[in-house]
Structures are given as C-alpha cells and as structure tokens.
C-alpha cells in the first residue's frame, strides 16, 4: 500500500517488523570454531535417488545476491522470474564492486551434537571450490544417496578463515525410520525480494514485509 491514512494505520505501517525479523522462525546449523557434530541429510540432491521421499523433498541451489558492506543483506537473484534484478544491475555497473551474484546450497539435516536430543536445522553454504557442497555432490554421483548415512562435520577456523570437514560413515543397513522427523520448508528460508523493494532492502531501508526469514551467516 503506497498511500496510508489514519494514525493507527499510519502506526501499524511505522511497527512492521524489519526484513530479518519476517517470515517463519527457522533453526540454523551453527558451529564453534572446533566443535564437531554427526548430521544426516534429510533430502537428497535429486528425485532418481533410491532414497528420495516425496515427504521429505530436495535440497536446494539457488543464486543469490549480497551486499558486500553488509553480508547479512542477502537475497534470491530474480532475473529469472522477473527478468531484472537491482543487485546484478549494480554488478554490471561495476563487476568489482562485489555485487556479483553466487550460488548457495540449502538442506535440512537431523543433528546430533552429543548435548542435546537429535534436531533439524538448515544448514546454508556458499558454494566454492574449497565449500563442503562438492564432497556432498561427489558422494551422491558415486553412491546415488546421501541421506542413507550419518556423516561428521567439523568446523576450523573463524570468520573467512574457516573450513569444514565433512566424512560420511558406511551406509545405513536398515532404512532410517523418518517419522518423527520434521524437516523445515526451505523455500521459506530464502530471502525473495521483489525488484521494486530491491534496492531498498540491499541498503538498508524499511520495507514491505516478504516471505523470508534471517538467514545464516556462514
């Protein structure tokens, strides 16, 4: 709505939550510099694998882009589903201005963290060379599954510095009982702004709602 009358209106609009506080709660894995963890992949990468379960769906890969003075302002590249996007237009402008959209991975995974009961969380990473998602990605084209088994991750390192491990264990021998297991929609974990609130979501500003939620930083 462009055109608000009335002080309870006017205050409704004033109160609305910023960017990262839309959108439904979600869990994020988070690891400490050190700290390892046992995860199990709740979806698999693609619907031929002899796991895959309608119910519990695909992991995700999905182009984004990132303000580069604030990493938390980040976003799903729209030139796809809107033919323009205000982030890869300020990268054209200016291809060293570190606007330049990249990809990300997004999975559910049950984690097992020794101190408290198994829970699911999203797990987000940039995809790279030196990123996680290409030991994920080779295992499942050798072995065609990768929610069949439990895996160790290990976190090293802080800030631009960190690096982790990921070693998957020997298969499952009976099939993974999955219904007490309640896995986040990832769709909901994506930040999808319109083009016209682009630009004023990247800088900063207060904006309509969307449906996103806080991303994580790592």
């Not at 695909?58 to 590249?77: G, I, Q, S, W």
Request: glycine content about 6%; hydrophobic content about 35%.
């Amino acid at each position: 709505m462009s055109v608000v009358k009335g002080l309870k209106n006017i205050n409704a609009l004033l109160d609305k939550p910023k960017y990262e506080n839309d959108g439904p709660k979600l869990k994020w894995l988070k690891l400490a510099d050190g700290q390892s963890v046992k995860i199990r992949f709740i979806e698999e990468l693609d619907e031929d694998s002899a796991n895959y379960s309608e119910s519990r769906g695909l992991a995700l890969v999905v182009k984004e882009h990132v303000n580069p003075k604030d990493y938390k302002r980040k976003a799903v590249d729209t030139m796809e589903s809107e033919g323009r996007d205000w982030a890869e237009e300020m990268h054209r402008k200016d291809p060293k201005a570190g606007w330049r959209g990249r990809l990300r991975f997004y999975c559910n995974v049950l984690v097992d963290d020794g101190i408290e009961a198994p829970y699911v969380a999203i797990w987000s990473m940039g995809i790279s060379k030196q990123s996680s998602f290409n030991t994920i990605r080779e295992y499942a084209l050798e072995t065609g599954s990768i929610s069949n088994v439990l895996w160790k991750l290990k976190r090293n390192g802080q800030g631009t510095e960190t690096n982790y491990t990921l070693i998957p264990s020997a298969p499952d021998k009976e099939p993974f009982d999955w219904k007490a297991v309640e896995p986040y929609p990832l769709e909901s974990a994506l930040k999808k702004i319109p083009y016209a609130e682009q630009e004023a979501y990247y800088l900063g500003f207060d904006g309509p709602s969307v449906t996103s939620s806080t991303n994580a930083d790592w």
